[in-house]
């Protein structure tokens, strides 16, 4: 008996926000703005995730912006937390870390409306420290091998907060105390080091446990026939741990990509043309960490007035080394692309409950050549 159920740690009646929702800030007390600071907004009782970026040398943050998150219903708990992410170095890069904060007291959205957020932010002191050891060379490694053609495309380390208990996994949004980087410019992390301490402030409970994020991202190009302007899909090297690096253990890569994949026994990075609809995926074990299990998603390429257009159409998962794609998934004339992916999650019962996770959470891809039947 398997089962399929999901563990979410939001409210499970929200609504998502239309385009003509916004929010008007007029906040003060900001640290002096730099190029790489941002404001979060973050609401983890409907997932509500929305970062803002504002003008450097300001001590203030004023305007109107769209709203991108579900609809707050304050009588059903949505508590929502602003802060400032304030720009520190170590060892040469700029790091983000909370610095000014705010919780504006609940409020109730209504579609296309605008909501006024106000206040002076308060100053929270950074007097903890996260230290920033990091194997950057070897998480882009492992983001680099999806493919021969993948580009690395962005280096994210995060801090989090979770609010409750992350048994289950980190399943809603939740406050970053620290970020590097959320596409403010920061430089690549590409190196294997201790880049020092980083001092960031927590104003939230105490009973909200911390974990880290790393997240290696890069893309591969693909044109489907008779397009001629490509597409990019994203994979990365990805993985959540509560256990915070120390002096003398790094972030690093907590599973690595699959070995040796290919498809009906030829090279799964090459162009193929008939490999049938119903061909078979097989691969090796990753030599860093140990795979949970393997999830193979199926890309379809279709041309839309020239352009490449990639959309998801099946997700499947194994604790074998190969698998057969079924029928019913692919139809002849069509283009695709295999995504092979192998999870980490120490403690999940993948044959009883698939879908659940828990609070150690990773994954890497390797990523097909263009495939037609």
Not at 133 to 140: E, K, P, R, S, T
Not at 186 to 191: H, L
Request: glycine share 8%; charged share 10%.
């Amino acid at each position: 008996v398997v089962d399929a159920d999901f563990d979410s740690g939001n409210r499970s009646d929200t609504i998502q926000a239309d385009q003509n929702t916004t929010v008007t800030f007029d906040l003060t007390n900001l640290n002096a703005w730099e190029t790489t600071d941002f404001l979060e907004m973050v609401c983890p009782n409907n997932a509500a995730f929305d970062l803002f970026f504002g003008t450097a040398g300001e001590t203030t943050f004023a305007g109107t912006f769209p709203y991108g998150g579900a609809l707050s219903v304050g009588s059903e708990g949505d508590q929502y937390y602003v802060f400032q992410l304030i720009t520190q170095s170590a060892n040469g890069f700029p790091f983000t870390a909370l610095g000014r904060y705010i919780a504006p007291s609940k409020f109730t959205q209504a579609q296309g409306s605008d909501t006024p957020i106000d206040g002076d932010l308060r100053n929270i002191v950074q007097k903890h420290t996260f230290e920033a050891n990091i194997n950057g060379a070897d998480l882009a490694a492992q983001a680099l091998a999806a493919n021969p053609t993948a580009v690395l495309v962005d280096t994210g380390v995060y801090l989090d907060v979770y609010p409750g208990s992350l048994a289950k996994g980190e399943n809603t949004s939740t406050p970053d105390v620290l970020a590097y980087n959320f596409g403010t410019g920061q430089p690549f992390i590409t190196t294997n080091g201790d880049l020092g301490p980083v001092h960031y402030g927590n104003p939230f409970p105490s009973t909200w446990p911390l974990f880290d994020i790393y997240q290696w991202q890069a893309v591969t190009q693909y044109t489907a026939p008779g397009a001629t302007n490509p597409a990019a899909i994203p994979t990365d090297s990805y993985g959540i741990n509560p256990k915070l690096p120390t002096s003398s253990s790094p972030i690093k890569p907590l599973v690595g990509t699959v070995h040796g994949p290919s498809i009906n026994h030829k090279n799964f990075f090459k162009d193929r043309t008939g490999i049938g609809t119903t061909p078979t995926l097989r691969w090796s074990p990753p030599s860093v960490g140990t795979a949970t299990y393997y999830s193979i998603r199926v890309w379809q390429l279709s041309n839309n007035a020239g352009n490449t257009v990639a959309t998801p159409i099946a997700r499947l998962a194994t604790q074998r080394t190969s698998l057969l794609i079924p029928e019913g998934i692919m139809t002849t004339g069509q283009a695709y692309v295999f995504d092979i992916l192998a999870f980490y999650i120490p403690g999940l019962n993948f044959a009883k409950t698939p879908l659940m996770s828990r609070a150690t959470f990773a994954r890497a891809h390797v990523i097909s050549g263009l495939m037609q039947p």
